[in-house]
């Protein structure tokens, strides 16, 4: 037996090897990248040349509010050869819950509703068979035991506001509400769509509200529900195949618990019973996310369809307090974050308010990124602390989420590198901002220079050079009152601050900040100086 396994292994691992050094082919990218984010793209294309990208994908990054990447490549349509373009849209799969998440946000920056409100005070019938605790800050983090029912969901029933109401009024929770987070894969689109219908003073859909409150005032291509008129530029979905998987996993097994998939398909466990929900809404195994009719559905589970580009600007909108207040911001983002193992998929990812939140290092620097992966390999994030936001999708589907895909990983790691690298003040420098006080406070000798850089305040008085006067005498320097100390405490100080925070972490610090401090603090003291030059002038002049 053991034999036939290790013979089976061998066998995978040759045509894995083959199917990597596949001859040269054209590779189709395009986009616009800043100069020093160009790693970033060459990995992207990377991607393409070692078909870890088997269809196409596009890739958007914002740094301090600037889009530094915005790229795309390979195929919408590996079938037929439609290239990915600048206006193709992909479905963003989960991605879409971020959308969702940001409706109700914007419900309760409008004063419209509080995340801790309980569901029933708009929706009475929803408290039947236990539910009557459920708050709106648990429905939209997993927490309403509403994963899965007890009956499949039909695609009349989904198109039927009333229907789908009662379903999901009339179901018993999966788990007493509150007890445990399970991921809602599906189910959560109906529950959001249902509470911004009860809240919005108009009764809005929450297609409707996004598209009228958010997408239309920001001009943005992301749509839940998609008009039939933009259909054409959808990419079609690819499943991968049986090698792919296989190839993904021996990359990287330690990111796929195969041994927990295997045993919930063939005990009929929770994960499986949550895909039996919706038999019309498939993408493991089969795929009817192709299906046109489906992307008409105003679905913030798992339909949001749009650019890479759009999805990535309305974080960055969020980030700038565009959508919502700072108040509303930090209850979505900064409060009431919980991680326990999921009880439907297993994996233990912090959530709140509708998002997730992804913590890692990188080369030692601590990294926070909200935001929402998605099936097969999208992903959307923000980075408020490096001010950083990052959107990708794909339509050749890797094996699991967002998190795990190798090329997104690659992307990732790629993106830190050059933002580290960026934000790294190279030890030569260190003389250069030396030299620049020596030049500041050139009319010193070089005792008081040498004071100068050992001082950390205080008046030492003025310099003991002296200079020539037009009439050819030596004199000391005249200071107006205040002379010289001013601009030396200043020049002193930043410096030595400077010098201290590039030493610090052996010059890998936010180099930015270090620098802005000295360069401002200097032009303080080299706009004084000038001033005093000048006022030294008008004195010598009348001698």
Partial sequence: MLYKIAWFIGVALVFVTIRNTNPEREIHVDGDVAKEWSHVADVFRKNLEE????????????????????????????????????????VAFSCSKAIGAIVIAKLVDEGRMEYDDLVTKYWPEFGKNGKGNVTIRWLITHKAGLAYTDHPIEWEDAIDHKKIDKILENQKPNWPPGTEIGYHAVTHGWLVDAIVRRVDHKKRTVGQYFREEIGQKFGLDFHLGLPLSEQHRVARIENPNFWNVLEEIFYAPSDFDVIRFLKDRITNGTLSKTTASTPFIKFVGAMTLNNPDLHR?????????????????????????????????????????????????????????????????????????????????????????????????????KVGFGDTARTYKRLLKAVYDTYFKLETVPIIIIPVILLRSLLACRCWSSSDVLRALTMCGGDVGPPTSSIEDHRGNRTRPIHPPGGPT???????ATGTLTVYCLFKKIARVNASKCLRLYSASTGLGTLYTFFHSFTRAIVLNRQ
């Fill in 486 to 492: 001013t601009a030396h405490v200043i020049l002193s």
């Fill in 51 to 90: 078909n870890w990208e088997r269809s196409g994908a596009a890739f958007v990054v914002y740094h301090k509010g600037q889009k530094v990447i915005d790229i795309w490549g390979g195929y919408a349509d590996r079938e037929s050869q439609r290239k990915w373009t600048k206006n193709t849209l992909s």
């Fill in 297 to 397: 559905i105003e679905q913030p589970a798992v339909l949001g369809i749009g650019t890479a580009r759009a999805l990535a600007e309305i974080f960055e909108l969020l980030r700038q307090n565009k959508i919502v207040s700072e108040n509303v911001k930090r209850q979505m983002f900064f409060e009431n974050y919980e991680m326990s193992e999921d009880f439907i998929s297993g994996a233990k990812v912090p959530r709140g308010q509708g998002f997730m939140l992804k913590e890692f290092q990188h080369q030692g620097n601590p990294v926070k990124m909200y935001g929402h992966s998605g099936y097969g390999g999208q992903n959307i994030r923000t980075d408020f602390d490096h001010e950083i936001t990052i959107c990708y999708f794909s339509n050749g589907l």
